[in-house]
């Protein structure tokens, strides 16, 4: 039997993704692309992604077009929270909850096409049990993510993630130590911890997020640690102390801001206002070098006039951070959001989302500007066809070299000798391990 897997939406999704087909490779089945003929669909989604339904009806009839007797389940976010519409689309034969999707087998036994939808998703108060995930970035073994928390007790009023995974909850902290250590074993030289709030790691266990990474920091060998995102308010001194001393913790963050209004950040129900945001960045930039922040934005949440945009341009204008993730607030069934009125015209999202893409642009460029002549610990992952490598540097530089199989998936330290904005170029690099190697002037 062969099976095939299509993720919607973000690395935690692709993670756990990864962590089901694992299941599917234990069972005996092939894994195969999804664009070829499988016995087996499965579709995890995504209820942050605009077009959710469109998406998952695209994808369905994609798989169906491969093989129209392919069975084909839906599972994710989106099938947590709309179930009986995603039971609606002409082809889908299971629909599987957040608590489902990790126990497959047992509720699919023969894998034979059904009349009719299956529906099998847990009630959303019920989302309890953690399951742990992780994958390889684009099937290298070189960056992992790795989920260690999932669900989330905050009530922003824009979002359907708690009621589609349910509250926070996380990975027993020595599980996460055994599976990190065997992550490294396994040869990757960057973990990603990942969840939907990390910086709330270990609430049901009396541990942080923190405590975790000194215990994970235990770990021989050579690799680095990077915190996929974490909330402004749960980015504390600890993390900040431990980012600029061990140089195995990125210095990078990226830090949901949300709106530089803070009557819209109320309106938010985000647990901090412009100036707390404002002095975890101060703090960041004055206790961690070349530190590379990342800030999420959303435009056009309802009530957000002219002024409060403005208010949000200067703000993060005036911050020293690297770079924005810019998203179009879109309304959400099921989120208080929907009832705060004041609604923003759709194309008055979009030119606001526009003038922060291009605010975005300048900032990544002059922060790449800065590195020119520094040197970044770097990690390349990527051949390029014209003959090329690609990495990352600890913190977020887009990094390009000579193509040196080598020096992929080596942590090593180079210097940054131009920038176009979009990447850094090295020149001369040299490996952790104490040798050197000289990559071609490009
Ligand atoms: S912190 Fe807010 S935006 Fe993030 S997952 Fe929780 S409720 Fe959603």
């Known amino acids: 039997m062969k099976a095939a897997f299509y993720t919607l939406g973000c690395k935690l999704n692709y993670s756990e993704t990864a962590t089901i087909s694992q299941e599917f490779l234990n ?21 942050v992604t605009q077009n959710a339904e469109k998406d998952c009806r695209q994808t369905v009839r994609r798989a169906l077009r491969q ?61 309890e049990n953690f399951y742990s995930a992780s994958s390889s970035e684009a099937d290298t073994r070189t960056r992992a993510f790795f989920k260690v928390q999932d669900g989330c007790d905050y009530k922003c009023s824009f979002c359907t993630i708690p009621k589609a995974r349910g509250k926070s909850r996380s990975m027993n902290p020595s599980d996460a130590v055994s599976k990190f250590h065997s992550l490294i074993r396994e040869g990757y030289k960057e973990v990603i911890l990942t969840g939907v709030n990390v910086g ?10 923190y405590k975790l990474l ?25 993390l900040i ?11 990078h963050f990226h830090i949901p801001l949300q709106s530089g209004s803070d009557k819209i950040l109320k309106l938010m129900r985000r647990r901090y206002n412009s100036s707390d945001y404002k002095r975890v960045i101060e703090k960041l930039n004055a206790r961690i070098a070349d530190v590379g922040i990342g800030v999420d934005i959303i435009v056009g949440f309802p009530g957000e006039d002219e002024n409060d945009f403005e208010n949000t341009y200067n703000f993060v204008n005036a911050l020293d951070v690297s770079y924005f993730h810019v998203f179009t607030y879109s309304e959400r069934p099921g989120t208080s959001a929907l009832e705060l009125g004041n609604v923003v015209d759709v ?7 526009n003038m922060l893409r291009i605010l975005s642009a300048k ?72 040798f050197k190697l000289v990559v071609g002037q490009l």
């Open 347 to 353: 194309g008055l999202r979009r030119k606001r989302n």
């Open 27 to 47: 069972k005996g089945f092939d894994i195969i692309p999804f664009e070829q003929p499988a016995d087996v669909y499965v579709i995890n989604t995504c209820t």
């Open 241 to 251: 102390a431990l980012a600029a001393d061990d140089e195995r913790v990125c210095n």
């Open 67 to 127: 093989n129209p007797d392919a069975l084909i389940v839906v599972t994710g976010c989106y099938a947590q929270l709309r179930a009986e519409e995603i039971g609606q689309i002409e082809g889908v034969d299971f629909v599987l909850g957040s608590n489902e999707k990790f126990r497959i087998f047992d509720y699919i036994k023969d894998f034979e096409k059904n009349e009719l939808s299956c529906i099998h998703v847990s009630d959303s108060d019920d989302l």
């Open 200 to 209: 709330d790691y270990g609430l049901n266990y009396d541990q942080d997020l």
């Open 363 to 434: 900032k990544r460029a002059a922060f790449y500007r800065g590195m020119k002549g520094k040197t970044l610990q770097t990690l390349f992952e990527e051949n390029e066809s014209n003959g090329r490598m690609t990495g990352w540097s600890s913190n977020y530089t887009r990094i390009r070299a000579d193509h040196n199989p080598e020096m992929i998936n080596n942590l090593i330290q180079v210097q940054i000798s131009e920038t176009d904005g979009e990447f850094c170029y090295a020149e001369t690099s040299q490996i952790k391990n104490n």
């Open 214 to 238: 000194k215990s994970l920091l235990q770990t021989p060998g050579d690799y680095r640690l990077r915190i996929s995102s974490i909330e402004p308010n749960l980015l504390n001194d600890n």
